[in-house]
């Protein structure tokens, strides 16, 4: 079956650190692949998406491509700041579009 | 702007007493899901529905019913609560992308 690995956590960074956050996937087919923040006490919100192979998604600051040759959709941020600090989650939509296989989250605590 | 409403956001409660966390969204969506948060181990998905009347199992929905009567709700029941499914639970707009409720807290003592 589907499923998403991130890499482990939490990661402590101080303010304007460069952040990557390591996702890769297993999945048949042609999934849609996501990255969810959970600020603390709040449900989740999309933070980006991608659809197919070599696109990028990409909002307030953070990237990630779609890289189907290495199943991978890692989270980058040139410099981060202290309001990033959340829980984020990797997660794939398979072509039924039923259900979002969910990454383990990490948790990222930035420092001033 | 769509809506996912889920209540209550925070309930103790004993184990085997009957619980209900209801979900209602605003926008007339078919798709509508259940899932559960634990730490280190994302969130997984118990139950999902893809119409009125119609739902399926995700993957851990032991311990577990949801009801479809119609479109607009779409509540979790735990018939016989146990400690176990203390969690942090959150309904789902499935269609993509899938909008979250602000979630419910549930601890079972």
């Known amino acids: 079956g589907d499923s998403v690995t991130q890499m482990e956590g939490p990661v402590t960074l101080s303010e304007e650190a460069f952040l990557t956050i390591n996702c890769t996937y297993t999945?048949?087919?042609?999934?849609?692949l996501f990255w969810y923040v959970q600020y603390p006490g709040e449900g989740l919100q999309l933070l980006l998406k991608?659809?197919?192979?070599?696109d990028k998604g990409s909002n307030k600051g953070f990237e990630a491509t779609y890289r189907k040759e290495t199943t991978s959709f890692h989270l980058e941020k040139g410099s981060v700041q202290v309001s990033d600090s959340a829980v984020y989650f990797c997660?794939?939509?398979?072509?039924?579009?039923?259900?979002?296989?969910f990454g383990e989250g990490t948790q990222l605590t930035v420092n001033p | 702007e769509a809506q996912v409403t889920q209540n209550p956001r925070y309930l103790i409660t004993v184990t085997g007493k009957k619980l209900t966390v209801t979900c209602s969204q605003n926008?007339?969506?078919?798709?509508m899901s259940w899932y559960r948060q634990d730490p280190g181990l994302g969130l997984r998905q118990i139950y999902y529905s893809m119409n009125v009347e119609v739902t399926d199992k995700g993957d851990v929905p032991e311990g577990y019913k949801v009801s479809r009567k119609e479109k607009r709700n779409f509540p979790l029941i735990l018939e016989s609560p146990s400690p176990n499914q203390t969690s942090l639970y959150f309904c789902?707009?499935?269609?993509?992308?899938?909008?979250f409720g602000d979630g419910t807290r549930l601890s079972i003592l």
């Open positions: 997660a794939l939509s398979g072509t039924s579009g039923s259900r979002l296989t």
């Open positions: 926008m007339n969506h078919e798709y």
């Open positions: 789902a707009r499935i269609t993509r992308p899938q909008h």
């Open positions: 999945a048949t087919g042609y999934p849609s």
């Open positions: 991608a659809t197919k192979a070599d």
